[in-house]
Structure formats: C-alpha cells, structure tokens
C-alpha cells in the first residue's frame, strides 16, 4: 500500500475530490448494499474494532489492549484479522512458523498475545475459532465487512486527523459514507487530540455515552540503557509521523525518521542503507513492533523495537466497554 494522496487529508481541497466524486458514489453505494446483508450470528460476544478511513489509526493497539483486559479476566478471547498482505486466505490459526509473508505482519503481532485467526470470509474464520474454544472474538478490522454479525462495533477514530477531507474513496479516505458508518457504530474511541473538531462536528451522529478518548504513550524503557539516542527511526505505516512524534514527544533524539509505505517489505538494500546512515551519524536504528516481524533475523538483532501503550483518558471506560459486550444478550 503506498503512501495516500496528499488532499484525502486537507478540507480546503476542492478540484480533484469534486472531479473524483462520481466514482466516489460509487463505491458509497456499493458499500451500503454490502452492509445490508445479514451476517453470521455466533454463539459468543463478537466485538469489531474498525475505521471508516484507509490507513492507521491504532486499531491493532486498541485490540490488543482489549484482549489483554479479557484473559485478565480469564476469558478465552480469540482476534479474527484479514491477514492483509498475507498469501495464505485462510481460515487459519497463526502460529510460530508462520512469517509476515504466510500471514501478514498485524496477525504475527496480535498472535504473540493470544489465539489469532487470518481469513477473508471472516464468518467462517469465526466458526473454526469458535471450534477451538474461543468464548469471545475480536475483529481487527472488519467494519465494513457484513459476513459476522457484531454484538458491538467500536470506530476507532485517529484524533490527528480525523476523517481526511470527509469523502469516499478515490475522492478521499473513507470506505462509506460518514453518515451510514457513524449509524453503525456502538461505541467511539478517538486517539491522541481530537485536531479537526471532529468530536464537535460529528456530535449529532456519534452513540450517546459511548464516546472515549485515549492517548498512546510511547515506551521509552524499551530504548534502556540508551534511552536518548541518537537514533534513526523507520517505520512503514498507515501514517508513520504518529510514531517520529511520539519518539520526539518522549524526548528521545531521533537525527532522522525515514518513512515507508504501510505493509512495506524491506528489500536488501533498504536495510543496507539504514544500516550505513546509523554508522554514518554514530546512531541506532529505531523501529516499530509492526515492522519488526517483516524484518529477516540478522537485520532485527540491529535495530532497537520501541512498543505503544493504549492510555484510556477515563480508566473505566474500556472495562465499561468490556462488561457491556460480554453481558449484551445474544440475538
């Protein structure tokens, strides 16, 4: 996936998303038709956390955040993920001998938490991982996907920039429409400061009492002894500056962060070139957990991996969150 083009996320634009709105129709209506299928209807809790934008806006984060919070409860809760950028379609449990290639690089880092399932026809990922015991699912992703009924549908929203310049792809970032996707949602999590008012501006349409805010704090300690650097930072994501920012934010000394298109696989002489610009300045390479499981073993053992952490603003509402999907009676 390469890098988005530079007016889904400026308001003011006007030419291309006006030139480009007929096509952008199209895949609104297309989309709407989709959601009008009934999907699926498990035996267990199904919770999706999604967006209604291409790109990153810590989704993965969120689940894993989430099932964390569940197996503290001692609950067996399993993650269904499309395994984009995977050549294996499913469905299929990951395991240890699977690579990035097999399953794409978000299903090897949600597997490292718990039991994780890679498929494209996500209502019968959920049956195989229902087969296997799960007592709750989690799709990360999936928000528009009708084939597995939702018990609840969280829209994680990045606050930095919102929802671009409001309009459906190719006209924009959106995969449906703002209206229809804001009715589907149970719950709302936006992260890091809401910068375009879109809290304010979508007040009306958004689920009463089921809004939240989060922040996600960079983990310094993983960078110890050497906690201040210099470093030079490459990530490959939906939107990389979120984690340059919140390098620098932590006040770690990033001399230069190179960015990769989202899902990159780093090819030989792209690590050769990082490695000869951490020679060059007397610096560490810096990456993310997300790209770390796309790099081959020689190349991970030089470079430091920095992980997130999901900071809930209010520290009940995720187990709020919680209590209402494992209590809601099934359908």
Known sequence: MSLPPRFWLRPDARFLPLLLTPLAKVVANCAAKRQQRAGWLAPIPVLCCGNLTTGGTGKTTVVLDLMTRLQAQDIDVHVLTRGYKGRLKGPVRVTPHHT?????????????????????????TAQAAVKSGAQCLIMDDGFQNPTLHK??????VDGAVGLGNGHVMPAGPLREG???GLKSASAV?????????????????????SVYTATLETMVS??????AGPYIAFAGLGRPSKF???????????????????HYRYRSKDMKYLLSLAETHHAELVTTPKDA???????RQRVKVVNVALSWDDLSAPENLLHTLMSKPRI
């Open 100 to 124: 990035a290639r097999d399953v794409g690089d978000e299903a090897l880092l949600l597997a490292h938490q718990g039991p994780t399932w890679v498929g494209g026809d996500r209502a019968a």
């Open 151 to 156: 018990t609840l549908s969280l829209l994680v």
């Open 178 to 180: 703002i209206t229809a």
């Open 189 to 209: 999590l936006v992260i890091g400061k809401d910068q375009t008012g879109f809290l304010e501006r979508y007040a009306d349409h958004l689920p009463p009492k």
């Open 222 to 227: 993983d960078l110890l002894p050497n906690k």
């Open 244 to 262: 340059f920012d919140g390098l620098r934010g932590a006040g770690i000394q990033v001399l230069k962060a190179i960015a990769f298109p989202d």
């Open 293 to 299: 499981v796309r790099l081959p073993n020689w190349f």
